[in-house]
């Protein structure tokens, strides 16, 4: 056998959305550590760090004027509030990793995963994390920090509200066990990356082939 050609591709946009207790961020950076070929969107936000947050890793905090001159300048794919902060996707690097053919993943939630399917319909491939039980995302919530009961509460509502939107996603991954829900996320980016319509270098490759037959 030769060498393996190289056949030139988009990027594809990988979202992932859950709600907060179910294990995406584990996912996320899982996938990241394990796969050269994809890398974490940057958001804005003008929450403030929590600590051990790094500004430029986690998101680019920002003030709410610069947040809303991004936005009216048409500098983000997409933005939200959420939980009364502001978040949202600065366009060019991802423009620019499509372009290149490196993935992104995205860890935003179904306002975001909306937005970005509308205006970038074939690039966006997303996938709902879902917690195998109430149970089991109640402990998670709650083993988190010690919050008073209110507060746990109305993170179980946040829960609701954001679980109530995985008839949107194309994939749905229920997660009881991490290195299942991987094995999952891997097949699925692997099968995404072969799509024909993102194998934009397959026209002059098979032209190429077909010459010498
Ligand atoms: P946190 O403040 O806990 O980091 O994030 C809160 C929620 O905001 C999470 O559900 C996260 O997925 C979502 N989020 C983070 N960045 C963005 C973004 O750029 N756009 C949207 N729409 N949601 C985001």
Known sequence: MGDTPTIKRRGLLLVLSSPSGAGKTTIARRLIDADPD??????????????????GRDYNFIEADAFKRMADENELIEWAQVFGNLYGTPRTPVEAAIERGQDV????????AQQ????????????????????????RLRSRAQDPDDVVRRRMDAAADEISHWPEYDYVIVNSDLPTSMEGLTAILAAERLRRDRLNGLTAFVREMQSHL
Do not use: C, N, Y
């Open 116 to 139: 970005l399917s509308e205006k970038m319909k074939h690039d966006v491939v997303r996938v709902f994390i879902l917690p195998p039980s109430a149970d089991s995302l109640e402990q």
């Open 105 to 112: 993943l995205f860890d935003i939630d179904w306002q975001g």
């Open 38 to 55: 994809i890398s974490m969107s940057v958001s804005v936000t003008t929450r403030k760090p929590r600590p051990g947050e790094v500004d």
